[in-house]
């Protein structure tokens, strides 16, 4: 599986936007980005995903650069209960049947009230 | 909605003795899967399947065993817990018809320590 790089931590405020980045620059033409996150005391959850162009959910957004080397995710306003860790991860879509998820440390977003 | 539901939350085992933690999910879902997770690390795959009678080893197989008799159920087995396998241990599904692209959906854990 290609790698992926975020930052360890990072700090936001409540209300106001959030961009968590991912770099990715071993990406090949077939992985899609994958966003998950881990609330405290839980299992991750779906966030969102993208191939090449940027995309919207109801949870956030993703942003895409033209070279795929790197993507943000968006947290159009964050709220406490985003506090969690983030993780960006790239899935090989092949014929095969294994649909592992490859998690790396991810990054741990604190949210200030 | 139930989703995917593990028991128990909490376990607390001696060396040597043996347990099974349970994973159910009620979306029908083919592919089921189990993860560890350690302090500050991700998650790492232990085992998965594909449908009842299919299992297959994930990164991190050894001490670990798997049966899927119903679409349903997925259970993990530690036949010798070691102290090695204390960890928060994670159950995945999700459904394989539409693509891998598919979102999993993870239970909340089981919290197993080993004294």
């Known amino acids: 599986d290609a790698k992926t790089t975020q930052p360890n931590s990072m700090e936001s405020n409540e209300e106001e936007p959030v961009h968590l980045p991912c770099n990715h620059s071993?990406?090949?033409?077939?992985?899609?980005i994958h966003w998950y996150r881990q609330l405290p005391s839980q299992g991750p959850e779906y966030v969102i995903h993208g191939l090449t162009s940027n995309v919207n959910n109801r949870m956030a957004s993703l942003a895409i650069a033209e070279d795929r080397k790197s993507s943000t995710l968006i947290l159009h306003r964050a709220t406490l209960r985003d506090a969690a860790v983030y993780y960006c991860?790239?899935?090989?879509?092949?014929?095969?049947?294994?649909?592992?998820?490859?998690f790396g440390k991810g990054t741990l977003l604190t949210v200030n009230p | 909605n139930a989703g995917v539901t593990q028991t128990p939350k909490f376990q607390v085992l001696k060396t040597g003795q043996s347990m099974t933690l349970q994973c159910a999910q009620d979306m029908n879902h083919e592919y089921m899967s189990w993860y560890r997770q350690d302090p500050g690390m991700g998650l790492r795959l232990i085992h998965y399947?594909?449908?009842?009678?299919?299992?297959d080893q994930g990164e991190v197989p050894n001490g670990y065993n798997v049966s899927r008799s119903t679409t349903e159920d997925f259970p993990l087995r530690l036949l010798s817990a070691a102290p090695s396998q204390t960890s928060v241990y994670f159950c995945?599904?999700?459904?394989?018809?539409?693509?891998?692209?598919?979102?999993?959906?993870f239970g909340d854990g089981t919290r197993l320590s080993i004294l």
């Open positions: 071993t990406i090949s033409g077939t992985d899609y």
């Open positions: 995945a599904s999700s459904p394989l018809h539409r693509g891998q692209n598919q979102p999993q959906h």
């Open positions: 991860i790239l899935r090989e879509l092949s014929g095969g049947s294994n649909y592992k998820l490859t």
């Open positions: 399947s594909v449908g009842a009678g299919i299992t």
